[in-house]
C-alpha cells in the first residue's frame, strides 16, 4: 500500500523553529518528487515547497523562501521540511505528497501551531 | 503567480442532481490542471488530472473538462458520498496554486 506519514508538528513559540518529516513506504521513493502542501484552519490550500527526485531541484513559496527549507534522503525515504522562524500565519495542518506532474498521493498531515 | 478562482463558493445540490463547479486560471495552464475532493479531517484526494482524466477508483459520475484558462468539475447524479469541498489546481508551472474551493452542500 502507497503510505505517506508526516511527523514532527506541535506547538511552537513565534520565531521558533520545528523539523517535519515524511516517512513513504509502498513505491519506489527515489524515483518521485515530492511536495509539502500546507492548510491552515478552516482556509484552503497552499503549496510550499517541491523537492526534485535526486534533491537538486528545489522550488518554494515566496512566503516561505529563506525560512523553510525542504530536504530528502532517498536512503530512508523520507522527506523533511526544515522551519525557521515561524510565525503566527505559518499555523496549519502541513501535508507531504507525491508528485509525479501533479500531486496524487497525500499523507494525513501533521498540526504546527505557532503561538505564543 | 497564476491565480486560480473557484465559483461558485457554495453549491447546495439535492442527492441526484447534477453539479457543476467551475475554475477559472488567471493565465493559459494548457491543460495542466487537478481537481481534489477533500472531507472534513482528511487530506485532499485526487479526482481528475490533466483535465479530465480521472483518477484511479474515481467514479464515471466525475468528469473534467476545459483547457487553456477555463475549466470544469461535473458531478453527475450526486450521492450522499459527494458532499465535500472541491478544489482545483494547476501544475502547469511554478508556484503550484490552488483555487479557493467550492463547497458541495446539502440542498
Known amino acids: 500500500e502507497v503510505q505517506l506519514v508526516e511527523s514532527g508538528g506541535g506547538l511552537v513559540q513565534p520565531g521558533g523553529s520545528l523539523r517535519l518529516s515524511c516517512a513513504a513506504s509502498g513505491f519506489t521513493f527515489s524515483n518521485y518528487e515530492m511536495n509539502w502542501v500546507r492548510q491552515a484552519p478552516g482556509k484552503g490550500l497552499e503549496w510550499v515547497s517541491h523537492?526534485?527526485?535526486?534533491?537538486?531541484?528545489?522550488y518554494s513559496a515566496d512566503s516561505v523562501k529563506g525560512r523553510f527549507t525542504i530536504s530528502r534522503d532517498n536512503a530512508k525515504n523520507s522527506v523533511f521540511l526544515q522551519m525557521n522562524s515561524l510565525r503566527a500565519e505559518d499555523t496549519a495542518v502541513y501535508y507531504c505528497?507525491?508528485?509525479?506532474?501533479?500531486?496524487?498521493?497525500w499523507g494525513l498531515g501533521t498540526m504546527v501551531v505557532v503561538s505564543s | 503567480e497564476i491565480v486560480m478562482t473557484q465559483s461558485p463558493a457554495t453549491q447546495s445540490v439535492s442527492p441526484g442532481e447534477t453539479a457543476t463547479l467551475s475554475c477559472r486560471a488567471s493565465q493559459s495552464v494548457s491543460n495542466n490542471l487537478v481537481w481534489y475532493q477533500q472531507k472534513p479531517g482528511q487530506p485532499p484526494r485526487l479526482l481528475i488530472f490533466?483535465?479530465?482524466t480521472r483518477a484511479t477508483g474515481v467514479p464515471v459520475r466525475f468528469s473534467g473538462s476545459g483547457s487553456g484558462t477555463e475549466f470544469t468539475l461535473t458531478i453527475s447524479s450526486l450521492q450522499s458520498e459527494d458532499f465535500a469541498v472541491y478544489y482545483c489546481q494547476h501544475y502547469n508551472n511554478w508556484p503550484l496554486t490552488f483555487g479557493g474551493g467550492t463547497k458541495v452542500e446539502f440542498k
Open positions: 490533466r483535465t479530465s
Open positions: 523537492i526534485s527526485s535526486s534533491g537538486t531541484t528545489i
Open positions: 505528497a507525491r508528485d509525479w506532474g501533479f500531486t496524487d498521493i
